[in-house]
């Protein structure tokens, strides 16, 4: 990608909007970008954290372990999302999660030294930053609250509804990276698909989930309220 694709790129995300050209020129200059094909790693846990992502193409899994193994899909990134943005926490130093091409991905980087020296002359920046980053923490409020608190069915529409909404309507998740984002057994959430998808509500072949964004609202609405429209999207990824 050159300077200037990158740049009308940098101008289009929903996350980068607010900045004006000055600091995306420089953004475009300083965050060279990689094409990951799927099935590869961004990064693992264990590795430094010493990047922040930018992705411009295609999906990407963040996935945490538990001791045993157990796999926890913690977000899914799409086209202008940001993720690994947790470099910037105190003394973190090594990655915790694992960052997935979920299909083929081409990924700007940024690194932390480069981070905070835009942060400190462009006080912009770093105020968009932290508006993205107080909506994901949020949207992690939003998720604790679901899981106490609601059933299968309303974690997975509620879930479905928010990446359509982020994302577009196909949505490339596999029954079982549903099932890893809501806390449930794959069975558990295959059953609730097959009846979403009776209801005319969803879709779902080839790897990919196709959400009616319409009906599923008011599916959401009448069992108890509307998600919450956190209109930036920074997946969490240390």
Not at 123 to 136: C, F, G
Request: with cysteine.
């Amino acid at each position: 990608m050159d300077l200037s694709e990158k740049l009308i790129w940098l101008r289009r995300s929903r996350l980068l909007e607010m900045l004006d050209d000055e600091i995306l020129q420089e953004l475009a200059r300083v965050s060279p970008d990689r094409r990951y094909g799927t099935g590869d790693t961004i990064f693992a846990p264990g590795d430094e954290a010493s990047s922040l992502y930018l992705l411009k193409q295609g999906s990407v899994l963040l996935i945490r372990y538990s001791p045993d193994g157990k796999e926890k899909v913690v977000g899914l990134a799409g086209p202008g999302d940001l993720f690994g943005e947790l470099l910037l926490t105190p003394n973190l130093g090594r990655r915790r999660s694992h960052a997935l091409a979920r299909e083929e991905a081409v990924v700007c980087s940024l690194s932390r030294e480069r981070l905070l020296g835009l942060m400190a002359r462009r006080p912009q920046l770093a105020i968009e930053l932290i508006r993205v980053l107080a909506t994901r923490l949020l949207q992690s409020h939003d998720e604790i609250e679901a899981l106490s608190f609601e059933s299968t069915e309303s974690r997975v529409a509620r879930t479905l509804l928010r990446l359509a909404q982020e994302q577009g309507e196909s949505i490339p998740l596999t029954h079982e990276h549903v099932a890893r984002l809501v806390g449930a057994s794959r069975e558990t959430v295959t059953g609730v698909l097959g009846r979403l998808r009776r209801a005319g509500l969803i879709d779902f072949r080839y790897g990919r989930i196709t959400v009616n964004q319409q009906r599923l609202r008011e599916r959401v609405a009448n069992s108890g309220g509307t998600p919450a429209d956190h209109s930036s999207s920074l997946v969490s990824g240390t």
